[in-house]
């Protein structure tokens, strides 16, 4: 180094030490001009905390959902496994805790049943109302549209019954003639399309991931007198007979249908028998370790032909779902002889016709799907289910 330099150097070392001379910034490329973080340091921090938080989220519930399926309390194990396999949309979660067999296992168990069987005078003894009332008190008084609206309650569900006079009045509604592979429809426009006054949810159709169209409806299926669909699938059957009687079996083909004189009727899966009435004889049919709790749809008729429709909530921190023996108890208070368990899950929906008008409950404590005439409350990602058929109660 040359002596001139070696000067420079020296002059600018104790300006800079004498604070005439600011010394040269060093540029950082995680700040900013004015010495604070770039923005690229504050988005790649925030993301780096969310991972951090999803990743602790999602190994607290892996952790969770390992305990509870491997660790000693059985009866909460086998609730979670029944609810989640009988949403068509979480049916694979137990597998990530536990063998499919064991999954199996559990499942299979939940369709072993146990019979009650009593005559038909010790049934409707055991059902009839003990609240003191004169037997010869109409019931019906009261009645808007030929029917009774109530609700129902256990200790995990809310569910609402409608209690329909006269069964002829039921029918099965259908989204299309399942000849173009259409889309089902909502429950609105059912009720448009059908001019019904109440409907339910009512078969099984495919629903892969649960996110299924509701084009076509799985099993036999009759509709206004016709068999409107024929894929030989055998499930329990539910529907009405010429003579308006309610027929529940585990499972129909259409020429059993026809020689019954089946006018309307649905399919959905296997073992959803809940109540039977033959040879004088009512058999309940209760599944004890069917312990899974969703949202339900049932359907049951009294001996007097009144049809009863049976709706739960479910998916909520307020109402958790019904258990099928949940089902069978509602079904059995209200003195059902025959009943079948219909589609549950994101298909229960229950319509009716200005209800909230015609039970004097204030709008504002609805949402908007029950201000369309929804009864219970809709617990989904979607709005309501395109379905292919639907359980309807003519004007």
């Known amino acids: 180094m040359s002596p001139n330099n070696l000067e420079y150097y020296k002059e600018r070392l104790e300006a800079q030490i004498t604070g005439r001379v600011k010394p040269p910034k060093i540029k950082n490329k995680d ?12 988005v790649r921090r925030i993301f780096l905390c969310l991972f951090t938080l999803i990743f602790c989220a999602a190994a607290t519930l892996y952790t969770a959902g390992y305990v509870i399926a491997n660790g000693d309390c059985e009866p909460l194990r086998d609730r ?17 805790f ?16 146990n019979t009650d069987v009593m005559s038909l005078e010790e049934y409707e003894a055991l059902t009839k109302p003990n609240d003191g009332a004169d037997d010869n008190d109409d019931e019906w008084a ?30 099965v509604g259908t989204s299309s003639d399942f000849k173009q592979g259409l889309p089902g429809i909502n429950i609105f426009n059912m009720a448009e399309k059908e001019d019904a006054v109440a409907i339910i949810n009512a078969g099984e159709f495919s629903d892969p991931g649960g996110v299924g169209d509701g084009s076509n409806p ?20 539910i529907g009405f007979d010429e003579n308006n009687k309610l027929i529940v079996a585990n499972s129909m083909d259409k020429e059993t ?32 370790y069917n312990i899974g709790t969703a949202q339900r749809t049932a359907i049951g008729q009294r001996a007097d032909g009144t049809v009863i429709l049976l709706v739960t909530d479910g998916r909520s921190a307020s109402s958790l779902g019904a258990t099928r023996n949940d089902v069978i ?67």
């Open 142 to 171: 009261e009645a808007k549209d030929g029917m009774i609206f109530e609700t129902v309650s256990g200790s995990t569900f809310t569910g609402y019954v409608l209690l329909v006079k006269d069964p002829s009045r039921i029918f």
């Open 218 to 237: 799985m099993g036999i299926t009759y509709s206004k007198g016709k068999c409107v669909w024929d894929d030989e699938l055998y499930r329990t059957f």
């Open 98 to 113: 536990m063998p499919q067999s064991k999954v199996d296992e559990i499942v299979a168990n939940s369709f072993v049943v």
């Open 80 to 96: 979670l496994v029944l609810s989640a396999t009988q949403a068509s949309a979480t049916k694979w979660l137990p597998g990530l």
């Open 329 to 395: 108890d509602v079904m059995v208070k209200y003195g059902a002889v025959t009943a079948g368990m219909l589609d549950g899950g994101s298909s229960s929906m229950m319509y009716y016709e200005d209800y909230y008008i015609k039970y004097g409950i204030e709008a504002n404590t609805l949402d908007e799907y029950q201000k369309k005439g929804l009864v219970n409350r809709y617990k989904a990602f979607t709005p309501p289910r395109r379905l292919p058929t639907y359980i309807c109660v003519a004007k």
């Open 31 to 42: 700040t900013d001009a004015e010495g604070g973080l770039s923005a690229a340091k504050v």
């Open 257 to 288: 249908a026809e020689s019954l004189g089946i006018r309307d009727g649905v399919s959905f899966q296997n073992g959803n028998v809940l109540i039977t009435n033959e040879n004088g004889d009512v058999t309940v049919y209760y599944a004890d």
